[in-house]
């Protein structure tokens, strides 16, 4: 009798360790898979589910850019004193190109270099094509998983973490 029912307490655990495995697996490719177009920002919530077609970024893409980035809630999220640098950059030549440079702080979105920031933030410029789509931190996410953003800190951990301790949920948009 022992032995049976050991026999069954190892077959269920099995299923259920099987099953976790199973489920754990489909809501990472769900989340990776599933964007109902509804939202510009958020966690996934209008990523591209088709692959994208960059183009070339001209003056064009830059015209709404400022207005695209201050209706983004990281940036409406900003700590009053947090300063961060956005930079596109091209390879169009075979060399990397800096293009444009915008400052951002909470509610305020100005190109220009800052003489302090917190954060650098360095993205493709072929990003800009869609980021009127997409939204500020889901353009992020996609340039990142293609290798196209970077980030650079100017201040140390310990500040960076302190002073943007409330914007955890950006933590992927920020690269900290």
Not at 14 to 40: D, H, I, M, P, W
Not at 42 to 71: C, H, M, Q, T, W
């Amino acid at each position: 009798m022992k032995v049976i029912l050991t026999i069954v307490i190892v077959i269920v655990l099995a299923a259920a360790v099987f099953g976790g495995t199973v489920l754990v697996s489909e809501l990472k490719n769900s989340q990776q898979n599933s964007y109902s177009g509804q939202s510009r920002e958020g966690s996934g919530s209008n990523e591209p589910s088709k692959p994208i077609e960059y183009g070339i970024a001209d003056e064009n893409d830059y015209r709404n850019l400022e207005e695209v980035l201050l209706d983004s809630s990281m940036v409406k999220d900003l700590p009053n004193d947090g300063i961060l640098l956005l930079s596109f950059y091209n390879f169009y030549t075979g060399e990397r190109e800096w293009e444009k440079s915008y400052t951002i702080m909470k509610n305020f979105v100005s190109e220009g270099t800052p003489i302090e920031y917190d954060i650098k933030l360095i993205m493709h410029s072929k990003y800009l094509t869609i980021l009127n789509i997409y939204g500020f931190c889901n353009t992020i996410k996609l340039a990142k998983s293609n290798g196209d953003f970077g980030t650079e800190t100017a201040i140390s951990t310990t500040s960076l973490l302190w002073k943007y301790r409330g914007m955890t949920k950006y933590k992927d948009c920020l690269g900290i």
